[in-house]
């Protein structure tokens, strides 16, 4: 008969097991992580193609609703006949395009862009096949505005993106409508048969703009190999550490305690030989176990011929097992009257985790809707008010033109009242995300807000004191300044009265950030007990925001003494 195969080793399967599991998610995560990446890459190259496309269609309306009209009362002004034809600013298209070649030659990218129609007067801007197609569906779809799909052009992956185009004006029809109403200008330049009969109302163009992808998918992929290789570094490591640490703390006590096992099989003379037990209860436990047993053996052997003495031992070894496992169950139960005591210290602490969090959830939702509120008034007020002005302004203007009365005046009323809106719309997105904190960090943001402040507050005098480099702020460390900042001045500004306010931020063992003012003060008691107070809010913003970034929230003030406001972080 063949020999029967012995059984692969316990810690073969065990490593071999391990080993395949983390590969497997060493191989998931990465392709998951890659597969989230080139979404964002994507995801990155619409954004990019809305801009470009948004910046073309103000161009090509600007050029439409404002320049062109002022033009054509110039050339009214100064007696151009009606064959006269520039298309430098008579035609948008032309304007466009020219913009966009002279951006090429700046720039010099790889994108394509163009400002496309059927039946194009210029060549250069005729629709392809896809162009054609969206334009045809944005006429059939008046909510069909921009559409995008990604394909291969050239060989390379790109991302098209198209935009909905002005529609057909009444003053267009000048120069797409009938070829015989046209400047002879315009026909001797391009001749009779492209860009004409146009519909008044129709959507007869589009942007579009063609974005190589090659570079996004390159950034995603490389990044994706990095990963990969710092990932498997890890997991390599980890499996390393485990697999040291099971043969260190369960397969070479098992070895020991097998040798032994084989030693007294082949002689009795190892029998009461002990294995000095390892760390870990079970294996411990088992290792005692097998020195009780060989220790028995060794009893039961040597008083075999004398009955009476190895009773005898047998009953006191008997009592010794019987007092060793009361001091067990003794020591047992004890631990399990702490694990007890435990598991409802653990509980508690849990049902207040669970009220504070419930509390901070709907002081964040009351927060979100106070700002909301905030917001949507400030939308009315500053950009609601003007756009409402403009809006009647035109229609007057709409009015007085149908009856050949045209008031330049009025339009630069409303060109005043556009700035304003735009203006209150660039304040409030700065009021939002400052774009400084991004682009030049969070010394450059407290700066810049502190200055800001100082305009819109005369009579305060703000002194900074920053010795910190921008190198030495956590990146996820320098919003929550920045909010502390201008949460603390606003207070300051609001309710102190204060002439001088300083603004302190060092470090030393730690990073700690001080704002100062020699304002009223206010019983700061009285104030956290109300807690339906805007003030009240503030400060409990400020505090969560210091502590669930991992630092400390300090107030000291007093009627008339002035305010101060500290954080500390240690790193």
């Known amino acids: 008969m063949s020999p029967t195969p012995r059984p692969a080793k316990i810690s073969t399967r065990l490593l071999l097991s391990l080993g395949l599991v983390f590969a497997l998610a060493a ?43 002022k033009m054509f009362e110039w050339r009214a002004a100064h007696r151009e006949g009606e064959d006269y034809f520039e298309p430098s600013w008579m035609s948008a298209s032309y304007a466009l395009r020219r913009i966009n070649q002279s951006y090429r030659q700046i720039n010099h990218d ?22 054609r197609d969206f334009i045809v569906r944005a006429n ?48 001797d330049l391009y001749g009779a048969q492209r860009g004409f009969n146009r519909e008044l109302g129709k959507t007869v163009s589009a942007f579009s703009v063609r974005i190589p992808l090659q570079g ?11 990963l990969s290789w710092l990932f498997l570094t890890v997991l390599g490591c980890l499996f390393l550490v485990q697999h040291i640490l099971q043969r260190r703390l369960f397969f070479n006590p098992l070895g020991k305690i097998h040798e032994k096992a084989l030693q007294i099989a082949a002689s009795d003379e190892h029998l009461g030989e002990r294995i000095d037990p390892p760390s870990g209860k079970e294996l411990s436990d088992l290792t005692e176990a097998f020195n009780r047993m060989s220790e028995n053996l060794k009893v039961r052997v040597s008083e075999r011929e004398i009955a009476e003495d190895a009773l005898q031992k047998a009953q006191a070894l008997l009592e010794k097992r019987v007092g060793e496992r009361t001091a067990e169950l003794t020591r047992a139960y004890e631990l399990l009257k702490i694990e007890v005591m435990e598991k409802n210290r653990v509980e508690e602490n849990l049902r207040r985790s669970e009220i504070h969090l419930r509390n901070l959830y709907s002081r964040l939702l009351t927060s979100q809707e106070e700002e909301r509120r905030k917001i949507s008034k400030e939308v009315h007020d500053s950009i609601g008010s003007p756009l409402a002005a403009i809006k009647i302004g035109l229609e007057n203007s709409l009015m007085k033109s149908a009856k050949g009365k045209v008031d330049p005046e009025s339009f630069q009323a409303l060109a005043d ?9 660039g304040r409030i997105m700065t009021d939002l995300r400052p774009p400084v904190l991004d682009d030049y960090g969070i010394v450059a943001a407290i700066g810049w807000f502190c200055d800001r402040f100082q305009l819109a507050n005369t009579g305060m005098r703000i002194t ?21 900042v201008q949460e603390a001045l606003n207070n300051a500004a609001r309710h102190s009265g204060a002439e001088n306010i300083t603004v302190s931020l060092v470090k030393k063992d730690r990073i700690e950030l001080k704002i100062s003012d020699d304002g009223c003060g206010f019983n700061l008691r009285s104030v956290l007990a109300k807690k339906n107070r805007e003030g009240m809010m503030g400060i409990a913003n400020m505090k969560e925001r210091v502590e669930l970034s991992g630092g400390v929230f300090q107030m000291e003030t007093a009627i008339g003494k002035g305010t101060t406001v500290c954080a500390r972080w240690s790193f």
């Open 27 to 69: 191989v998931v995560t990465v392709l998951l992580v890659r597969d989230e990446l080139t979404r964002q890459a994507i995801a990155g190259a619409q954004d990019k193609a809305r801009i470009l496309l948004d910046n073309d269609f103000a161009i090509h309306r600007y050029i439409t609703d404002e320049l062109r009209p």
């Open 110 to 131: 790889s994108y394509y862009q163009k400002h496309c129609a059927i039946g194009a007067r210029n060549p250069e801007n005729e629709a392809n096949d896809y162009e």
């Open 140 to 187: 059939k779809d008046p909510n069909l505005v921009t559409s995008s799909k990604i394909g291969v052009f050239d060989g390379k992956p790109c991302l098209l993106f198209l935009r909905r185009g002005l529609v057909m004006q009444k003053p267009c029809l000048q120069c797409h409508g009938r070829p015989e109403d046209a400047p002879t200008g315009l026909i």
């Open 216 to 226: 996004f998918y390159g950034e995603a992929k490389s990044f994706s190999l990095r």
């Open 417 to 425: 009242l556009a700035q304003h809106a735009m203006r209150e719309c």
């Open 464 to 484: 900074k004191r920053i010795e910190l480099d921008e190198k030495e702020f956590p990146e996820s460390l320098r919003i929550v300044l920045f909010r502390i």
